[in-house]
């Protein structure tokens, strides 16, 4: 009896159809992570209570103007400078409560890491590229600190902790920024 | 005698192509896992400020984007040039956020819900204005955490 063979598929062109394949996927996927920089917002209160007293050397006030001047408790202020005004103030330590500030102690800045604010208005004509910029400023205060600290402490920059140890760090510089309503002009 | 014998003349054997759809199958399933595909429409310019003090967005599919930015040049004519908010696919205004909040949360099952962030994609060129106006809306549906999307590098007005 004859056997037949049968024939067999030519592969060949699987290759070409996955090639095909591979350049749309290639071509549409989008390799970008998302990132940006976090905040919480205050829980919205009808009311608008009053906020709870704070003594005046303990806030930081921040204003960022429509043509985008910041002033800083009523001086003027280049944007370069203020990251290092908000390590100064939120490092200050001037009650001397705070064992691991190195600050100056200086009369007119906070009492204390824990009780310090720094107060961030902006009006509604700011530019938002402006307001991202300051923010970025005072995070990056707030990182230099706590990265001062836990290289101390655990030898590693902050963020390379472990989650308890960066809670331990985080508290000693907590990220107080509160946000006034904007302007309205 | 000897085993190794040297061959001499002839072409070397060709080189065999058959492993070549396994690995560009593998390249494909690597770029087809990685993908993601976008998931709205953008109708309008979208351009992020920059930042250093950048953190990753995790679980993407805990995160709700909000635009804000002036329509493209094809829905100018429509919607006009001032900055505007789009929720998914359409241009939306500040009154539906809240709604948008709700509803994005209501997706979410009970236990994820404290995790969820809210993307607020605004182009740089806008003002804090219509910023603060979606801040407040978010802050009304309880929707607290927030994230300002940017891309990394020196702030532009640093520079």
């Known amino acids: 009896m004859a056997r037949r063979e049968s024939p067999e598929i030519n592969a060949g062109s699987m290759a070409d159809i996955a090639f095909l394949l591979l350049i749309f996927f290639l071509v549409t996927t989008t390799m970008d992570v998302d990132s940006g920089i976090a905040r919480k917002l205050p829980p919205y209160d009808e009311q608008k209570a009053p906020p709870p007293p704070v003594k005046k050397q303990n806030i930081l006030q921040v204003l960022v103007n429509a043509n985008d001047e910041i002033l800083v408790n009523e001086d003027y202020m280049e944007l370069r400078d203020l990251r290092q005004k908000a390590m100064d103030f939120v490092d200050n330590n001037y009650k001397g409560d705070c064992d691991y500030c190195q600050g100056s102690r200086d009369k007119t800045m906070s009492e204390n890491p824990e009780k310090h604010v720094i107060s961030l208005q902006n009006d509604r004509g700011t530019s938002y590229e402006m307001y991202i910029a300051v923010q970025n400023e005072l995070t990056a205060a707030y990182r230099e600190l706590r990265n001062r600290e836990s290289r101390l402490r655990f030898g590693r920059n902050y963020d390379l902790l472990s989650d308890e140890d960066a809670k331990e760090i985080a508290k000693l510089y907590p990220l107080n920024i509160s946000e006034a309503e904007p302007l309205k002009l | ?23 560009v199958f593998m390249l494909l399933f690597f770029f087809m896992v990685t993908t ?18 950048v953190k990753k967005l995790e679980k993407r599919s805990l995160v709700s984007y909000i635009y ?62 219509i910023v603060s106006d979606v801040k407040l809306e978010l802050r009304k549906a309880n929707a607290l955490k927030i994230n300002y999307s940017t891309e990394k590098g020196t702030p532009r007005p640093l520079e």
């Open chain 2, 1 to 23: 005698m000897s085993k190794f014998k040297k061959k001499t003349g002839g072409k070397g054997p060709g080189i065999s192509t058959a492993s070549l759809p396994d690995i």
């Open chain 2, 36 to 53: 993601v595909m976008r998931e709205v429409e953008l109708k309008l310019e979208n351009k992020k400020p920059r930042a250093t003090e």
């Open chain 2, 68 to 129: 804000i930015g002036p329509p493209k040049q094809m829905y100018q004519a429509q919607f006009g040039r001032e900055p505007r908010v789009q929720l998914n696919d359409q241009f939306a205004r500040l009154d539906d956020i809240q709604q948008f909040a709700i509803a994005e949360k209501e997706e979410k099952s009970e236990s994820e819900r404290p995790l969820m962030q809210f993307s607020i994609k605004a182009d740089r060129g806008v003002k804090m204005g």
